[in-house]
């Protein structure tokens, strides 16, 4: 039996999903959101919440338009799901400091084209900025705007408000196909039923290809392990966001910091390991001796959504009329989460989107249908 009371189902429950979700309800949509787990206890939980990739200028233009729509939508984002819920997911800006960069062309040229504010740092301007950080540093860059969430908050705050929002939320639902007929989609199929929309958006994050193999579309989208850590210190002890030889690290507001992280293809396993933890320490060490004596206090992984350069797959598959993705951030997607959400709607609603919506076109938009 189909059950057909919604004009969107949503397959995901990641911050991707759940903002969706958001906004379309916002929009006048009625919406059903499937998660196949516990809702945002995959890689939006999982990561260091962090509004700014960590290196930006080393990413397509296309990541760095999401990411400038995001990061001006956190602070009243945040707010509203204060206001909505009472759960704070913390919005501050901390600041991203690169440690041993130097401002060369490239940069400037990024910074200019972006309008983003940059400060070049001696050695003394360093250790001035954080007394914490190690004393070999020789300079860096201070992005002094960058600003960062407590993500699995955030994903609380999202799951509390949506059902206020009328949408209907299912947990521990996995979808096991998506249903099609002639290059129209009718809606999914479930182990608690099925249902029935004229449109579905697949946000499934690194889950995301294999909702789509049953309709022979490839999507170019696989797991990355990403394992953390975390210590406990005192609060104010570490003032930035810091990142130093590709590893970095979070203070947030309570003391805790966070350090990360790990890049491993591994499958769909999102498993702990002690060499990681071992050089996720000593990495941290390097950047803030102060932490080198201290104990993990915690431990964990979560699997990342790749695509090939970082650009996400947002809009509807050209040969089949009402699926859409929403998928492939990699490590951006909480700060590219409402931009991508906004887009996604504006793509569906036929309105102007925040940003072009061409370079988020799937490349296995024409699929081969059984």
């Not at 002639?182 to 994050?205: F, H, I």
């Not at 030889?245 to 498993?271: K, M, Q, W």
Request: proline content about 7%; overall charge negative.
């Amino acid at each position: 039996m189909t059950t057909t009371d919604t004009d969107c189902i949503v397959v995901g429950g990641g911050l991707v999903g759940m903002l969706s979700a958001r906004r379309l309800a916002q929009s006048g949509l009625s919406v059903r959101l499937l998660e196949r787990g516990s809702l945002c206890r995959e890689a939006s939980w999982a990561g260091g919440g962090i509004l700014s990739p960590l290196v930006p200028w080393q990413y397509p233009d296309a990541v760095s338009a999401l990411v400038t729509v995001s990061q001006g939508c956190y602070p009243q984002l945040v707010a509203e799901l204060l206001d909505e819920t009472g759960i704070d997911a913390q919005w501050v800006r901390s600041g991203l400091l690169l440690l041993d960069f130097e401002a060369g062309p490239d940069i400037r040229e990024w910074v200019r084209r972006h309008h983003v504010v940059l400060e070049v740092l001696d050695r003394d301007a360093v250790l001035a900025a954080d007394g914490a950080l190690a004393s070999d540093v020789e300079r860096a860059l201070l992005l002094p705007d960058v600003a960062q969430v407590r993500n699995p908050r955030l994903g609380q705050a999202l799951a509390g408000a949506l059902p206020a929002q009328g949408v209907v939320v299912q947990e521990h639902c996995p979808v096991t196909s998506i249903r099609v007929q002639q290059g129209v989609v009718q809606g999914v199929d479930t182990p608690q039923g099925s249902y029935g929309a004229e449109r579905v958006v697949v946000a499934g994050g690194a889950w995301s290809a294999g909702l789509l193999a049953g309709l022979d579309v490839d999507l170019p989208v696989s797991p990355v392990r990403g394992q953390m850590i975390q210590f406990e210190t005192p609060p104010g002890l570490l003032r930035h966001i810091v990142l130093r030889d590709g590893y970095y690290l979070i203070p947030r507001r309570d003391g805790l910091v966070l350090a990360g992280s790990t890049l491993e293809h591994c499958g769909f396993n999102n498993d702990t390991t002690a060499a990681a933890r071992e050089l996720l320490h000593s990495r941290a060490g390097d950047i803030a001796p102060m932490l080198a004596g201290r104990p993990v206090v915690r431990h964990w992984a979560g699997l990342r959504p790749a695509s090939p350069d970082g650009v996400p797959f947002i809009g509807e598959l050209s040969e089949i009329k009402g699926l859409y993705l929403n998928t492939g951030h990699y490590r951006n997607g909480v700060v590219t989460a409402p931009a991508s959400a906004q887009l996604l709607v504006d793509s569906m609603l036929g309105r102007t989107g925040v940003a072009d919506m061409a370079p988020y076109q799937p490349p296995c938009a024409v699929p081969v249908l059984r």
